[in-house]
């Protein structure tokens, strides 16, 4: 793994070791993929302020809330991955002081995960037509030991993956819905996952349904899935902990912002009430500090996790995890900012910012 130098090598390894069907499954966004390839792109137009003649003789990387500002997103069914799937993620996350969402639509139990190292996890849900199968869950990751849900906002439907669509998808049985609801879903033509998305998931979800979670768990409740001031501003009235900006990866609706031109507007009417996290496009060390300058707490990663974990195992994701922080650290050192306070808005420019200054 020596000759490996950034997160996005692994993404390379990832398809050589994995069937075209799994690869495409993680790797593709919706329709034409502009908001997949724009969720990256946009960071790149983000130009760093540094301060120099600053001691970073000593960077300290931690945050008050969440530890570390990188957590691993959830992302469905690791076992397509890797043969120990959500277990290896999770020994990663707990052996790099992690914080690991774990998805909904794990292929490990979450008491596999939960027994399988001592970490802090959070669990990622949907909201089921069965309510009662969302809330059963729910009560089995608290017991287990998880410390918050996060509510996943973005899915009345399925969006349109069109490389799940050609390749015939299949939705492999998982086992936490058991005895719940069967997931091996097996259409005649088109994505199986699209298909299961469409038996199961409520399209009737709305606002006063946080009051419905919020009566089934005592656990800290997240957002994920915003993408405006307006429903940021929703998100603080109905009570939520937590808000996370995210476009689904880029695999919900095409032609979304990319989540990193839209973190400030949320911060801005958030006001450091509750938590803003970002997730999509983070690729470098570089990415997380600008999406801490522009007012996340944290953000997400999603696909080069289980890029790590296709191509090495639990030892590629902590290498993810690790090659991650190790740049933030030198971008940390680089701008003149020896903590995660030192980070301001004055430490970056956005293009918005360079095109005013043209005017």
């Not at 399209?203 to 946080?210: M, N, R, T």
């Not at 999406?291 to 974990?309: D, E, F, K, M, T």
Request: glycine share 6%; aromatic share 6%.
């Amino acid at each position: 793994m020596d000759q490996i130098v950034n997160v996005d090598e692994f993404q390379e390894l990832a398809k050589q070791a994995l069937p075209k069907m799994y690869f495409d499954f993680y790797n593709g966004g919706a329709e034409d993929q502009h908001t997949l390839k724009e969720n990256v792109e946009a960071f790149r137009r983000i130009i760093f302020r540094p301060r120099v003649l600053v001691d970073v003789s000593k960077i300290d990387m931690s945050t008050k809330i969440l530890g570390f500002p990188i957590m691993i997103a959830p992302t469905a069914m690791h076992k397509l991955a890797h043969p120990e799937g959500e277990i290896a993620t999770a020994k990663a996350a707990a052996a790099s002081n992690t914080i690991m969402i774990v998805s909904f639509m794990s292929t490990c139990t979450i008491e596999e995960v939960a027994s399988s190292c001592n970490a802090v996890r959070f669990l990622q849900i949907y909201v089921y037509k069965k309510r009662d199968v969302t809330a059963q869950i729910v009560r089995r990751a608290e017991k287990a030991g998880f410390k918050a849900i996060v509510l996943t906002v973005d899915v009345p439907k399925l969006g349109r993956r069109e490389a799940d669509i050609k390749n015939k998808m299949i939705s492999p049985q998982l086992k936490n819905f058991e005895g719940l609801v069967s997931t091996e879903v097996r259409p005649n033509e088109g994505s199986g996952v699209e298909a299961f998305a469409a038996s199961t998931f409520d399209a009737s979800l709305s606002w006063k349904d946080i009051e419905w979670l919020r009566s089934i768990t005592k656990l800290p409740i997240l957002v994920k899935g915003l993408l405006t001031r307006e429903d940021a501003l929703k998100a603080v009235e109905a009570g939520v902990d937590g808000i996370v900006v995210s476009n689904h990866g880029a695999r919900q609706l095409d032609y979304s912002p990319a989540t990193i031109t839209v973190l400030e507007e949320v911060v801005h009417v958030v006001r450091g009430r509750i938590p803003v996290l970002l997730d999509g496009g983070v690729r470098r060390g570089t990415d997380v500090f600008k999406a801490l300058a522009l007012g996340a707490q944290a953000v997400l990663i999603g696909r080069p996790i289980v890029y790590g974990l296709a191509a090495k195992g639990e030892d590629g994701v902590k290498k993810v995890i690790e090659m991650l922080k190790n740049e933030f650290e030198i971008t940390m050192a680089l701008s003149g900012c020896p903590t995660i306070d030192d980070i301001t808005r004055n430490h970056v420019r956005t293009e918005k910012e360079r095109l005013h200054s043209m005017l």
